[in-house]
């Protein structure tokens, strides 16, 4: 069995519910990393290509309130070092 040569880019986004009891849906549509209690909110990955259909088929669900993407994949990582 060979190993994948290169891993799938992944992104994460936070989907805002009204209720908890619905959140066992969105495992349907990704990953679900994380699910808050309290603040009844849930962390799903997904792969990066594509990512732009799931996230509007998440926010087509009755139960959501509000979607928001994880901005790290767009950032760059790497700096610069500060000549003196």
């Known amino acids: 069995m060979d190993a994948p040569s290169k891993l799938n880019e992944r992104i994460g986004f936070v989907v805002y519910v009204n209720s908890l009891k619905q959140v066992k849906a969105l ?33 087509a669900l009755p139960f959501v309130e509000a979607v928001v993407r994880s901005e790290r994949p767009f950032i760059s990582e790497t700096y610069e070092t500060k000549s003196k």
């Open 27 to 59: 495992r349907r549509y990704a990953n679900l990393y994380f699910v808050s209690k309290r603040e009844k909110y849930a962390f799903l990955y997904t792969d990066l290509e594509g990512h732009e259909a799931v996230l509007e088929q998440v926010k």
